[in-house]
């Protein structure tokens, strides 16, 4: 099924593009041709769950929902406190529950200083 669509979309794009502009390639439809011929051989390259991945994650990246610079600080604070703390369990560690997303933050990170 994945072929045949793409093979659609492939073939469409480029006949349309050489069809509107006669033979001649003019910027906009050359875009058209290159763009559809790529989404075509997307569609043949990969199966069905990675290109709904990849149009969640193009749809997140047009929305900015990709993870922000907080984010990253938080991931490094919690790495950094693992590596303090090796001997304990999770279960038994400060950090459970301490760094999750939509949480208070804890006094290392909103202070803005540098823990080492």
Known sequence: MNFVVALTITLGSVLAGYAATGGVLDQPFEFLIICGASIGIFIV???????KDAGKAIFEAITDQTPKRRDYLD?????????REPD???????????????????????????VV
Do not use: Q
């Not at 991931?75 to 590596?83: E, F, I, R, S």
């Open 45 to 51: 390259a990969n199966p069905l769950p990675t290109i």
């Open 75 to 83: 991931l490094l604070n919690a790495l950094h406190a693992l590596m």
């Open 88 to 114: 304990e369990t999770p279960s038994d560690t400060a950090l459970t529950g301490r760094v999750p997303k939509g949480r208070k933050r804890p006094p290392e990170v909103s202070s803005g200083r540098r």
